[in-house]
C-alpha cells in the first residue's frame, strides 16, 4: 500500500508509530522513554521501548531496550511482556502499570520529521525528479501522488559530489524480513544503500541505511512505513600531494533524516569517476521524491 490516506482507514496504521514520554523505567529511575510500535498484521504488534528517548534523539545503539507483544481489540491494544508490567495504548497514548494499576511509564504518539525533508536544490545542482517529470530516468514511471516509483535508472553517469532523495516505505505489516517494502539506492563506487522497512528493529548490516552486506548504520533512524525518509549524500575526495596524485581514498558519509549514520566510510578508491544511479525496486513499491545532485568539480 502506497497512500496513506488508504491506509489510514486501518486501525493498525493509525496505532504504529513513535510514542514519547517519560516514567519509571523498570527497576530503574525516572527518565525520558521513547516507544517504536510495529504493525504486524491481523491487529498484533510488536513494541520496542527505548530507555532515553527515540533513536537518534536520546537513545543510543547499545542502551537499554524492553519488548511488549500487543493485540488490538475494541480500540485498545493490550500489551503484555515476560516478567514486565502490562500496558495498554488508547487513541494516542501509551502506559504501562505496576501491580497497584498506577502508569509508571506515560507516552504521547509523536511523529518526527527528517530535518532535510524538503531540502532545495542549491545553485547549479542537477534536479533529477521534482515530481513533475521522470525524463532523466530509464522507463522512469511516475504515480498520481506524484512520486516516482522505484526500479529505474539514470541515464546518464554523473560525478556526484552531493545528493539528495527522499523515499517512502509502502506499508506492507504481514510481510517480514527482506520482503518488507525493500528496495535500495545504487550509487556508483559504494556498495548499495539499503531501503527497508526496518522500523524498530536492530539496524543490522542488511536493513535501512546499511551499507548492504557491508556496514551497519551506527543508529537505526528508520520512521515508519509511508512516512517521508531523506537520504544525503556526501562524497569527500583526497586531496592531491605534490606528484598530483591522491593521497588517499574517496570517503563518503551518508545521513538518514539529517543523522549521520556513516561518517567517511572509506570506499578504497583513489578517484570516483562519473557513476550511476539506480533505484532497485526488488518486488515492492517504494516511492521517491526531491531528488537532485551537485556534481563533483
Known amino acids: 500500500m502506497i497512500d496513506p490516506k488508504t ?36 491487529h498484533k504488534f510488536r513494541v520496542v521501548l527505548h530507555r532515553g528517548g ?10 537499554d531496550r524492553l519488548f511488549w507483544n500487543g493485540v488490538l481489540a475494541d480500540e485498545v491494544v493490550t500489551l503484555t511482556g515476560n ?14 502499570d505496576t501491580s497497584s494499576g498506577k502508569p509508571t511509564i506515560s507516552l504521547k504518539q509523536t511523529e518526527r520529521k527528517s530535518t532535510t525533508l ?9 534536479v533529477l525528479f521534482n515530481g513533475t517529470s ?30 539528495h532523495l527522499e523515499f517512502r516505505l509502502s506499508w506492507k505489516p504481514k510481510a517480514r524480513g527482506q520482503g518488507r517494502s525493500n528496495s535500495g539506492v545504487y550509487l556508483g563506487g559504494i556498495p548499495e544503500i539499503q531501503v527497508l522497512d526496518s522500523f524498530g528493529l536492530e539496524g543490522a548490516k542488511n536493513e535501512c541505511g546499511a551499507l548492504y552486506g557491508r556496514r551497519a548504520p551506527d543508529v537505526n533512524m528508520c520512521l515508519p512505513p509511508l512516512v517521508w525518509q531523506t537520504y544525503d549524500v556526501e562524497f569527500h575526495r583526497p586531496k592531491l600531494g605534490p606528484d598530483g596524485k591522491p593521497t588517499g581514498n574517496v570517503a563518503v558519509t551518508v545521513r538518514h533524516n539529517g543523522v549521520v549514520i556513516h561518517d567517511r566510510y572509506d570506499t578504497h578508491r583513489k578517484t570516483l569517476e562519473s557513476g550511476g544511479m539506480h533505484l532497485q525496486r ?5 516511492q521517491y521524491r526531491n531528488i537532485w545532485l551537485v556534481e563533483s568539480k
Open 83 to 96: 516478567n514486565l508490567p502490562g500496558g495498554k495504548i488508547v487513541g494516542n497514548h501509551l502506559t504501562l
Open 134 to 163: 521522470a525524463d532523466h530516468f530509464k522507463n522512469g514511471k511516475t504515480t498520481d501522488l506524484k512520486t516516482l516509483e522505484a526500479g529505474t535508472s539514470l541515464k546518464k553517469q554523473l560525478k556526484m559530489a552531493r545528493l
Open 54 to 63: 527515540l533513536p537518534g534523539a536520546g537513545w543510543r545503539r547499545g542502551d
Open 118 to 126: 524538503g531540502a532545495k536544490p542549491p545553485v547549479g545542482a542537477i
Open 7 to 42: 491506509a489510514g482507514k486501518n486501525p493498525d496504521f493509525l496505532v504504529q508509530g513513535e510514542y514519547l514520554g517519560q516514567g519509571v523505567w523498570p527497576g530503574g529511575d525516572k527518565t525520558v522513554i521513547g516507544a517504536q510500535v510495529i504493525a504486524l498484521g491481523g
Open 282 to 286: 526488488h518486488g515492492n513499491r517504494v
